[in-house]
């Protein structure tokens, strides 16, 4: 386990905290005046390996070769020209810090993180964090890589859980959720809908989908999978015969067949490491997806009510009133799949560029 220092004056600056991997959701700007939860489980951290908020520079303002540099391979709005390796964490696990009033940034609901760094050491004031709890977005404290300094403390080091365990014990993400909003005339109102996270995940998912795809259509699982990729895939990819197959593998499930090109598998909460087959399967393309959304995948809940006598069990499904579902399409995080499809070196390819293109200019709104 590790505690977080101010490189000024050393003093200690959070509890002492684990490292996990970081949600694909973590950049994700969700609906409009939303409250999203707290995106780290309290206890851990993990490291934004790129650079997040201002100062920015328009894309005409980088040089030739910067971005590459930088693993972006196709044009964005701006880039951020922060100091990466932020190591993001829960609020709740912040020790000795106090906020900036004048870095509120141009938030409407709470904290968003643009005016910089809006947290200071108690201690000796030096800036070393950014709090972000601003309506439709995820609650987070960035910890400033080149402002604070992790060091080891006394722990229990616990060895990442193996694939066999996630597979038995780990949590599933629910694809449905009701979502909290602002601004109701009693206080916070909610509404049904899909999740966040699915809809981040299957924004990442669905770039690795097209690059896996090499421009040929592909077919994913019936159930769930269809309604989260088919559209998005048939609408952004040409329509012909046969289409190429992607099939959900990883830890309990069968092997999968030796023709099969496409495998969408599940990474390590922890390690952030992506399961690979035990006999590697050529050329499989291993897509990847957060542990929680794939094992809801590859074992869903039922939605099926009971059938019981007497009182009802408290675990069981009625069927008055019918349970509740999104009164929309699936769609795809925006923000979450440009940001995927921008990193992947195959975007260079013209028809991907294309879809890049059309994405960025509106064309494809109804898919995202």
């Not at 004031?125 to 080891?152: E, F, G, K, M, Y």
């Not at 990474?267 to 929680?292: D, E, F, K, M």
């Not at 293109?357 to 898919?367: H, V």
Request: with cysteine; hydrophobic share 40%.
């Amino acid at each position: 386990m590790f505690v977080f220092v101010c490189a000024g004056c050393g003093a200690e600056l959070t509890a002492p905290l684990s490292q996990v991997s970081l949600p694909v959701h973590a950049r994700q700007k969700y609906g409009n005046g939303t409250q999203l939860p707290v995106l780290m489980q309290s206890g851990t951290f993990a490291v934004d390996p790129d650079p997040w908020g201002g100062p920015w520079r328009m894309w005409d303002e980088i040089e030739p070769g910067e971005a590459e540099a930088r693993g972006i391979y196709a044009p964005v709005y701006a880039l951020s020209d922060s100091t990466p390796g932020a190591s993001v964490i829960a609020p709740g696990d912040v020790r000795g810090t106090r906020l900036i009033p004048e870095k509120r940034g141009g938030a409407c609901c709470g904290l968003d993180g643009a005016d910089g760094p809006n947290m200071a050491c108690e201690a000796c004031n030096l800036p070393v964090a950014t709090r972000v709890d601003d309506c439709s977005l995820w609650q987070t404290v960035r910890l400033s890589s080149d402002a604070v300094r992790r060091i080891p403390v006394d722990g229990i080091h616990a060895a990442p859980l193996s694939w066999a365990e996630l597979a038995e014990k780990g949590e599933k993400t629910p694809p449905f959720e009701p979502i909290a909003t602002w601004g109701g005339r009693l206080g916070s109102n909610h509404y049904w809908s899909w999740s966040p996270q699915w809809e981040a995940a299957a924004g990442h998912a669905l770039a690795h989908l097209l690059v896996a795809s090499q421009g040929q259509p592909v077919k994913v699982p019936g159930g769930l999978p269809t309604d989260v990729f088919q559209r998005a895939l048939d609408a952004l990819l040409p329509p012909s015969l046969p289409k190429r197959r992607a099939v959900l593998a990883g830890p309990g499930q069968p092997s999968p067949d030796a023709g099969l090109g496409i495998l969408l598998v599940p990474v390590h909460p922890q390690t952030g490491q992506t399961w690979t087959p035990a006999s590697p399967i050529a050329p499989a393309y291993l897509v990847p997806l957060p542990l929680g959304v794939w094992l809801w995948l590859v074992s869903p809940q039922p939605y099926v009510p009971v059938p019981a006598s007497g009182r009802v069990p408290q675990d069981v499904l009625r069927d008055d009133p019918l349970p509740l579902l999104p009164n929309h399409l699936f769609r795809t995080d925006r923000g979450t799949f440009q940001h995927t499809l921008v990193r992947l070196p195959a975007v260079r390819s013209p028809w991907l560029r294309t879809i890049l293109q059309n994405l960025m200019e509106g064309t494809s709104a109804d898919l995202f």
